[in-house]
């Protein structure tokens, strides 16, 4: 693997290219010898590509990238309540997905969860597993979320008023819009923002 394919693959994986300074450490390698394989785009050895891989704990010649499935199951309607901490499973899913069908530049902020009840119908049903990105907490032009009201799970579309109201909004009709005032004491946390449900295909 070439030195800026190995840092861009970095990027995705981690978050953040490394420092030239970073792979010497890790390497055992003089800043001399890095900086003039970075000009001339060297390639790393296997056995380098090893020691890498053992030091950031991931695997950079796998066609697969390993995402967290947090076994907390945000509900759709009236709430999860999560009294111990989360189970977590790694789940793959391939490098090439994510990065053309999806475009999404940082694998490392997603996250899967199961949804539960049927508020969010027909968009999310019961039991749909959802791609929720972390990095994406932003709701002032809406979406469907992944969130936590007063420490309960919720996937609930989200609407800000320019009043700075906030519409708590769920799909299926049968459930009513609630409205949150600016002042509100209830407590708030975006956990990210859904961008495919993936039990309705890729």
Not at 65 to 75: A, H, K, M, R, T
Request: proline share 4%; hydrophobic share 40%; charged share 30%.
């Amino acid at each position: 693997m070439k030195y800026s394919k190995l840092l861009n693959t970095l990027q995705n994986l981690i978050g953040f290219k490394p420092k030239q300074t970073d792979l010497c450490e890790i390497l055992q390698i003089k800043k001399a010898a890095m900086s003039a394989r970075a000009a001339r785009d060297s390639e790393f050895t296997e056995g380098e590509i090893a020691l890498i891989e053992a030091h950031y704990g991931i695997e950079l010649t796998s066609d697969c990238v390993e995402l967290e499935y947090i076994q907390i199951n945000p509900s759709c309607g009236r709430g999860t309540v999560v009294l111990d901490e989360a189970d977590v499973t790694p789940v793959k899913i391939g490098r090439e997905i994510i990065r053309e069908l999806w475009k999404i530049p940082q694998p490392s902020d997603l996250k899967l969860f199961k949804a539960s009840g049927d508020s969010m119908e027909t968009i999310i049903e019961d039991g749909n597993i959802l791609l929720v990105d972390t990095s994406r907490r932003d709701f002032n032009n809406g979406g469907i979320f992944v969130l936590t009201i007063n420490n309960d799970w919720y996937v609930k579309r989200l609407r800000l008023r320019v009043t700075g109201e906030l519409d708590i909004i769920s799909d299926n009709p049968k459930y009513p819009m609630e409205t949150l005032k600016p002042n509100s004491d209830v407590e708030i946390t975006i956990v990210g923002r859904v961008i495919k449900n993936l039990s309705r295909g890729l």
